[in-house]
Structure formats: C-alpha cells, structure tokens
C-alpha cells in the first residue's frame, strides 16, 4: 500500500524531490467534537422541516410551499446522515506526502485537488492527538495565511516529528 501511495504523488514532485511520508486519513465512520452539537441540531432541524411539510400538506396550503421545503429536506438529511458518508468518501480519497522541502495533500472526490505548502514559509504547526494515537495537524502558512489540515493521522506525532524535523534541517 505505501508503494502505491508513492506511486500517486509521484508526478506532483518536482525533480530534486523525493517522497520521506505518504499515509492517509484513517478509514470509516467516526464522531468528531463538532457533532456534539450538529447532530442535536439537525435533529430539530429535521423536525421543524417535517412539521412544516407536514403542515403545508394537511392545511390545504399552495403547492408552492411544498416545493420551498424540499432544499431543507435536503439540507436537514445530509446533515443528520449525509455528512458522515461524505466525511467517509472524502477520507478515502485523500492522500498526504512529506517531501524535503513540501507537505503535498492529494484529494480525488470529484477531480484532482492538488495542494501543497512550502516547509521553509510554515509559521505555525500545531497537532492534537487522540488516545489511539491518531490526529490532525493543522500547519498554516506565513504572510499568506494558507492553512492546511493533516486530518485523521495514523500516529501523528511520528508525521508532526518529521515536518518538524524537516523544517529545521531548511
């Protein structure tokens, strides 16, 4: 698996750059802290939406209002359930590269999305870790104020060690 993710940041290398990390975000359904308050909340955004659909329809009320619930039917089911499928695929079509001079993040959901960010220009790194020795890091980028998520690493304190050691070697 590691060869084929080399394999597929390959080509975004410049020609004196070789890949030291390549890994993706950890697989399947999980909760993040954010739920915490999304999911109560799409959960009376729901409700409200299905009494208001269910009222235009029982009253009598003009077609019209039928129709205008249907965009919040569909916001309220992505974010009671969608979000978490979306979460899933986004994750798994994801991959991350250190090279000697870059942090690469490849995503393939709906195209390619190739974005990169300079080790010598990073200003501030930062990385949170979970019991399991999973994480994030989160890196942004001096006078531009790019930023970019590391999100659900494998042992990420081993990755955030060697940006940093990277970074020290520029």
Avoid at 88 to 113: D, H
Avoid at 137 to 163: C, R
Wanted: hydrophobic share 40%; glycine share 6%.
């Amino acid at each position: 698996m590691l060869f084929e993710l080399h394999n597929e940041l390959r080509e975004y290398l410049y020609q004196d750059e070789s890949i030291l990390w390549a890994g993706k975000p950890k697989s399947g359904f999980f909760f993040r802290q954010i739920d915490i308050f999304l999911i109560p909340f799409s959960i009376f955004w729901c409700g409200f939406i299905t009494f208001w659909m269910y009222s235009a329809y029982t009253t009598g009320a003009p077609f019209v209002f039928l129709l205008f619930g249907i965009p919040f039917v569909l916001i309220g089911l992505f974010l009671l359930f969608g979000r978490f499928f979306y979460d899933v695929k986004q994750r798994k079509n994801t991959i991350y590269g250190l090279t000697e001079k870059r942090i690469i993040i490849k995503s393939t959901l709906f195209s390619n999305k190739i974005q990169s960010i300079n080790l010598q220009t990073l200003s501030n790194i930062q990385y949170s870790e979970k019991l399991d020795g999973s994480g994030s890091i989160t890196i942004q980028q001096g006078s531009i104020n790019k930023q970019l998520k590391l999100d659900s690493i494998p042992d990420v304190k081993k990755v955030y060690n060697k940006i940093i050691e990277q970074q020290r070697d520029k």
